[in-house]
């Protein structure tokens, strides 16, 4: 399982998935969240969301790693787009199989 943090992510949904050839993104609000918010509203960034994708994992080849994260960065354009906030992934989480520095 591959799982980012993602930053600014603002939504009264706590669980959703968005499907993609590259397996489903699922997206989950921190348990947190409402501290967070506060954070988003004195003008600093804050991680609400996570969102990982079982798919992927150590066995998986670079071509399905990269789509994978290409595709979760479409999907945060498109979050972006839809909240007017700048929806991005931020890092690996402590849970993913997978790390980047």
Do not use: H
Request: charged letters at 25%; hydrophobic letters at 40%; glycine letters at 4%.
């Amino acid at each position: 399982m591959i799982e980012f943090w993602i930053a600014d992510l603002i939504s009264d949904e706590s669980t959703f998935s968005v499907n993609t050839p590259a397996g489903d993104w699922i997206f989950k609000q921190r348990d947190d969240y409402a501290e967070l918010i506060a954070t988003l509203e004195n003008g600093q960034c804050a991680n609400t969301y996570y969102a990982y994708n079982q798919s992927i994992d150590m066995k998986s080849g670079d071509r399905e790693v990269e789509s994978s994260i290409r595709d979760l960065i479409r999907i945060c354009l498109v979050l972006s787009f839809v909240t007017s906030k700048c929806v991005t992934p931020s890092g690996t989480t402590n849970a993913s199989d997978l790390k980047f520095l």
